[in-house]
């Protein structure tokens, strides 16, 4: 009996982690129009909460990457790097690890994201 408490108590701590921790659309900064999929399904990755990041994440981060990249005069790329750095700083991402979703997507760029990240 007491061990079905101790499970309980254990599965709703994991539940209400998972849902404290991911972000909401709310928390989305406006200039992200779009890419809400990518920082919303990456936060637990960006805060440095999980080692990998999860296929909701790849996959929405695949799209804002391709989305942006398909936007001539590079406006897109722009656009999505100052994203990242507004939402990076707002949501406490850590900056090596939005350098690395790419790499841990594996996500073909066309642009170096660590400048993006980092800024001209």
């Known amino acids: 009996m007491g061990e079905k408490k101790v499970f309980g108590v254990l599965m709703f701590v994991m539940v209400y982690g998972l849902a404290v921790t991911r972000l909401s659309y709310g928390q989305i900064p406006a200039t992200c129009n779009g890419d809400e ?14 080692a990998n990041p999860s296929s909701d994440c790849c996959n929405g981060a695949s799209d804002a990457f391709k989305r942006a990249m398909a936007v001539p005069n590079g406006q897109g790329i722009r656009d999505i790097c100052n994203c990242l750095r ?4 707002n949501l406490h991402f850590h900056p ?9 997507c594996h996500i073909q760029l066309s642009f170096s994201m660590e400048l993006c990240v980092s800024g001209p």
Do not use: Q
């Open 37 to 50: 999929k990518l920082l919303s399904y990456c936060g637990l990755y960006l805060i440095n909460n999980v």
């Open 86 to 89: 507004v939402a990076g700083s």
């Open 96 to 104: 090596d690890k939005l350098v690395s979703l790419p790499i841990a």
